[in-house]
């Protein structure tokens, strides 16, 4: 059976929503037992998005955080071939003609870097991504940018030729666009406008997706698709919603797997019973878990301190986290953003009031999480947020720099190591209780991170562990989260893989990594003996993976990323347990250990 695409591009402003509602038509087709994969194509020219805030995949790929949409929302595992660029297509192309792949030919932009993209998006689309180990039925592809641009081009006329080699019944385009309101009035000709020029380019929308602050009016519906030569039916409104989990409902109650099933013919798939009963499954979770999430009634304050916060996407993956540890405890989740220089003597002394309002704000939060980040500035402050959440008992989380700046404040305050530092702030420091990695280079940029899927092994000392009690109930799950080498695996009627944990060894956990310091395991005794333990270390057992605190609600470092594993079904256990402690429910979690939010495990209902 031939591969089918759905296409989803955006026009008339960045940024309209095109990951979410590519990742919400996801949601669709695997509730009616679709196999689905994602690819997003961004037009800009780095080879991939490792030069900024990115999202880390299994394979150690850094790439466009919306792919990280595409796994949270799909529970699928994707790699980095997933997320073409036009660096990195160019190079594909480049490297084939140096290597005489076209026999001396004339390479041009059409037609042979439009090939390439095809042939690359039709080999990626068959690659297994889900549990049940077999070709996707649909590939899922999000245009990056605004089709109009001229850095676009290629690709648009890339996927046109697409359309024509997968042939009728094979394609579907949602272009996703904007209706604004001015003066209370809902105008059409952006959107009028936006899908002229997708014609102009080659494309014929058959869905189009228009953006708005309020709902559509049916006036709305009708004059778009009279302009926009489309039945009204195919007029899709997406307006604002409390959260961004309620859009697949928003697109469902609008009829669009009716529309997905004709102009596709999913009649055509061979679906079986099983995925189509494991479908149903989750669009019944995930409509109980948005509205639990609407009645939630009280709001857990969780403190982030960080250097980036002033950048929205900066932490994206950490909030999504967050979000999911919050449904699934049945919370509202409200973040403060706190810059961490804001808590530093200098900020006293500069700028008081701004000093004194982050401080009441980090001691008046239910939870302080300090997350990942390079270089000097805001170190020391987040450094005494680390000292505030150990000696007030305010559960805290430090994830991978927020892992070593717990080991740094415990080293100074309790191990009597005064100069204790990393080695990314002062080469010179006395005590480098944090150590740049030898394998990793000091002079490269770009991919020269230890990346990836890692195994992290409980130490015999983890009895006590609260995380080790979320990571190892009876049955777990083995995506990203299970690699025992002792372990029995069993399907389930969904498709889905579980495995139980042998009593005679201690888990072993993977999860993803991006970082280049490390625990200096010289201090890693002092500390042990000062009663700061190491639970959690690598194959190896000199990579420090865990640390956690005895005597406190909630005091825990990783050194890996677990945000890049946490679904909107099955919240990170590092998030999850930091936001239960927080919400004082931590014990009632632990008590139902990988329950769900309709009382079904985590084998019955992580079809996404």
């Known amino acids: 059976m031939a591969t089918k695409y759905l296409l989803v591009s955006g026009g008339v402003i960045s940024g309209i929503g095109k990951g979410v509602i590519a990742s919400s038509l996801g949601v669709l087709l695997k509730s009616i037992g679709v196999k689905v994969t994602s690819i997003k194509i961004d037009p800009y020219m780095n080879i991939d998005a490792g030069h900024g805030e990115c999202f880390v995949l299994d394979d150690g790929g850094e790439v466009d955080l919306d792919l990280g ?26 490297d084939r003609e140096r290597n005489g792949d076209y026999l001396g030919k004339t390479v041009q932009i059409v037609p042979h870097l439009t090939n390439a993209v095809q042939d690359w ?4 689309a068959q690659i297994p991504v889900d549990s049940t180990g077999l070709q996707p039925d649909i590939c899922i592809i999000e245009l990056g940018g605004t089709l109009g641009d001229i850095e676009s081009a290629p690709f648009v006329e890339s996927l046109r030729c697409l359309r024509r080699r997968a042939g009728l019944n094979n394609f579907l385009h949602c272009h996703v666009s904007l209706i604004p309101v001015i003066n209370g009035e809902q105008k059409t000709k ?10 102009h380019a080659g494309l014929s929308p058959d869905i189009i997706a228009c953006r708005c602050e309020q709902p559509l009016q049916k006036s709305t519906i009708d004059k778009t698709a009279m302009y926009c030569q489309v039945e009204p039916e195919q007029v899709i409104a997406v307006h604002d919603v409390p959260s961004t989990y309620h859009v697949p409902l928003l697109l469902e109650r609008q009829g669009l797997i009716p529309i997905l099933r004709n102009v596709l013919r999913l009649d055509t798939l061979s679906i079986s019973p099983e995925l189509v009963s494991a479908g149903a499954k989750i669009w ?20 982030l301190v960080g250097k980036y916060t002033a950048l929205a996407d900066s932490y994206l993956s950490v909030r999504k986290s967050l979000e999911h540890a919050s449904m699934r405890c049945g919370r509202k989740l409200e973040i403060v953003w706190l810059d961490s220089t804001h808590l530093e003597a200098e900020t006293e002394t500069n700028s008081p009031a701004a000093y004194h309002k982050a401080w009441h704000q980090l001691c008046t939060a239910s939870g302080i999480l300090v997350p990942g980040g390079f270089g000097y500035r805001g170190i020391e402050g987040m450094i005494r947020a680390a000292k505030w959440a150990r000696e007030s008992k305010v559960p805290y989380l430090g994830i991978c720099l927020g892992m070593q700046i717990a080991v740094i404040e415990f080293c100074r305050a309790v191990c009597g190591i005064e100069h204790a530092q990393s080695e990314e702030m002062g080469v010179s420091a006395k005590d480098k209780v944090i150590i740049h990695m030898p394998e990793i280079s000091k002079t490269t940029m770009g ?6 899927l890692r195994n992290t092994i409980f130490q015999e000392n983890s009895g006590f562990s609260k995380l080790r009690a979320l990571y190892e109930p009876e049955t777990i799950h083995t995506n990203g989260i299970l690699a025992d080498s002792d372990v029995s695996t069993t399907a389930t009627a969904d498709g889905e893989v579980s495995a139980k944990t042998s009593p005679t060894q201690p888990p072993v956990i993977s999860e993803r990594h991006r970082h280049k310091y490390e625990v200096n ?8 003996s000062h009663g700061l333990e190491f639970i ?35 919240p990170s256990m590092p998030y999850l347990g930091f936001f239960a402690a927080a919400a004082g429910c931590l014990d009632d979690v632990l008590a139902r250990g990988a329950k769900t939010v309709d009382g079904a495990t985590n084998g019955m209902v992580n079809g996404l």
């Open 69 to 94: 949409n595409y796994e949270r929302y799909l529970n699928i595992t994707l790699t980095r071939e997933h997320n073409i660029t036009t660096g990195k297509i160019y190079k594909h192309v480049i």
């Open 121 to 124: 998006i039709q080999k990626v």
């Open 190 to 199: 952006p959107t009028q406008a936006a899908i002229k020029d997708v014609r």
């Open 284 to 303: 019944q979770t995930w409509k109980i878990m948005t509205d639990t999430q609407d009645r939630a009634r009280e709001t857990v304050k969780i403190c």
């Open 447 to 452: 991919a020269v991170m230890r990346l990836g």
């Open 521 to 528: 395991t010289k201090y890693v005794p002092t500390m042990a």
């Open 536 to 570: 959690g270390k690598d194959e190896s057992g000199e990579r420090m993976e865990i640390l956690e605190l005895k005597d406190h609600p909630w005091f825990v470092g990783v050194q890996y990323h677990p945000e890049y594993l946490s679904r909107v079904l099955r």
